[in-house]
């Protein structure tokens, strides 16, 4: 896969590692950024890609928007449209994988950079890491589905504490929550990111992708409804060789060698 200055990407043995390389100025995002980003999400192949992890050089994750970008921008509106267009696009093609994603977050998680961080079907905190939504501090409405994961994540009036109030959670607090899947010491989290993103990326993807979208469903469901959806699920991936695959090893007492399909 290709690599820029402010994106890096590497692929081997299914997984596709996207690594946010601005460390300068705390990865935040302009259209640059975002522009280099999309275009890394964009090139992931569905058909060999089984799992993504997404990480960020530097001292923070992402602090969320360039506000001297937006500063010296002649045409403050244009230049937002511009971002959340583009951003927004990358985000419904990552959401839209089979393969999950891992996202490792070290410092700061703000703005749309919160939104990238629990765009993660798993979310790593470094011990350090720290979250926040930030926008009401400069007068803007969240972006990147901020409104749409944190009341599922987390319920309403912590997000409502987070979006009017702007409150930062620590990690412990971003665990106990349930922002964040969970917490690993800061100089331990990205090799175990890899680990685990490596080990996702063994597993049975075609599966995996059944599981986001019922999970993606269920909120705006009743229970027939999912009771239905969970039915012809599972049904589909009866037909899957991972499927077959998976029992076979279980009764044989193995490891299942997954491929994917």
Do not use: W
Not at 22 to 43: F, K, M, R, V, Y
Not at 63 to 83: F, I, N, Q, W, Y
Not at 210 to 235: G, M, N, T, W
Request: include cysteine.
């Amino acid at each position: 896969m290709a690599a820029t200055d402010l994106v890096l990407v590497t692929c081997a043995a299914g997984l596709v590692h996207i690594r946010l390389n601005s460390p300068q100025t705390g990865n935040a995002l302009n259209l640059p950024l975002i522009g280099a980003l999309c275009d890394a999400i964009t090139a992931i192949d569905p058909a060999t890609t089984r799992a993504v992890l997404i990480t960020a050089e530097g001292r923070n994750f992402c602090v969320g928007g360039d506000l001297r970008g937006m500063a010296e921008s002649a045409d403050m509106p244009e230049t937002l449209r511009k971002m959340a267009t583009a951003f927004h696009e990358g985000l419904k093609r990552l959401d839209g994988l089979d393969a999950p994603v891992v996202t490792a977050i070290n410092g700061t998680a703000a703005g749309g950079g919160l939104s990238l961080a629990i765009a993660g079907d798993i979310v790593l905190g470094g011990a350090d890491s720290g979250y926040l939504m930030a926008y009401s501090a400069i007068g803007l409405s969240p972006d990147g589905g901020a409104t749409y994961r944190l009341p599922r994540l987390i319920g309403l009036r912590l997000t409502q504490d987070m979006a009017y109030l702007n409150r930062r959670l620590d990690a412990a607090e971003a665990f106990q929550a349930g922002l964040i899947t969970r917490v690993i010491a800061d100089d331990a989290l990205q090799a175990e990111a890899l680990a685990i993103a490596g080990s996702l990326a063994t597993g049975p993807t075609a599966g995996f992708g059944r599981i986001k979208r019922l999970l993606a469903e269920s909120p705006s469901s009743s229970l027939a409804e999912q009771l239905d959806r969970e039915a012809v699920s599972i049904i589909g991936a009866g037909g899957t060789l991972d499927a077959r695959e998976g029992v076979c090893a279980f009764l044989e007492r193995r490891p299942a060698r997954f491929n994917g399909r």
